[in-house]
């Protein structure tokens, strides 16, 4: 499998600062795409950005992949107190409906 | 909010017992999936489901089977529930579009505590 690694494990930041986090794969990819799971609760869809896409933006958030260095970054621009939660990477590749998720970044931002 | 829910939330139990994990969904989704994930670690994939009458294994051993009856629902049952099986187990629905292209979206979860 080509499961996502995210990087770091754990970041904690003020409030209104940015947030980065990483996140390697393996193998060739069809799209990546980014969740937030807050604590004791299931995930939600962040952002979906496809093999042939660099860059993708909502909101206040920054997603880019560069497909040779098998890597993509998510960035949280401004952050809040409301954004602390487990942010994964899920990669899909082929004709798998199931996409593969990595251990995920747990971010803290203090008010 | 997604419309996917799982009930019960939290579920304490002792060893031996038989349960059941309700999934149903209201989006018309084709695919279904449940996912054991242990605190602050990786969501792992128990089982999932095509469509009506299609169940499959995932990548992780479980002792768990599944059934899909309906399009909506999806249950995860235990026949025996062990100290091992304790953890958060996450029901999550997808559309299947072409080129896997596709968001999944997950219902709040229910963590299981066998005694």
């Known amino acids: 499998s080509q499961q996502g690694e995210e990087d770091p494990q754990a970041l904690s930041i003020q409030e209104g600062e940015n947030a980065t986090m990483n996140c390697s794969y393996k193998t060739s990819i069809n799209n990546l795409q980014w969740y937030r799971q807050n604590s004791g609760r299931g995930l939600v869809h962040l952002i979906l950005i496809r093999s042939n896409e660099r860059e993708k933006h909502s909101g206040r958030l920054r997603v880019t992949l560069d497909t040779s260095k098998k890597s993509s970054s998510l960035l949280i621009t401004a952050s809040r107190a409301a954004d602390t939660a487990s942010y994964f990477c899920a990669t899909g590749a082929g004709g798998s409906y199931i996409p593969t998720f990595g251990r995920g970044t747990s971010l803290i931002v203090h008010p | 909010e997604a419309d996917i829910y799982q009930t019960p939330r939290y579920l304490v139990i002792g060893t031996g017992k038989k349960i059941t994990l309700e999934c149903s969904q209201t989006m018309g989704h084709d695919k279904m999936y449940w996912y054991q994930q242990d605190p602050g670690m990786e969501l792992h994939l128990i089982h999932y489901?095509?469509?009506?009458?299609?169940?499959e294994k995932g990548d992780l051993s479980s002792e768990s089977t599944v059934s899909r009856i309906r399009t909506e629902h999806f249950p995860l049952t235990l026949e025996s529930a062990r100290p091992s099986h304790t953890s958060q187990y996450l029901c999550?629905?997808?559309?299947?579009?072409?080129?896997?292209?596709?968001?999944?979206?997950f219902g709040p979860g229910t963590r299981l505590t066998v005694l």
């Open positions: 999550a629905s997808s559309e299947g579009l072409a080129g896997g292209e596709y968001e999944q979206f």
């Open positions: 489901s095509y469509g009506v009458n299609s169940t």
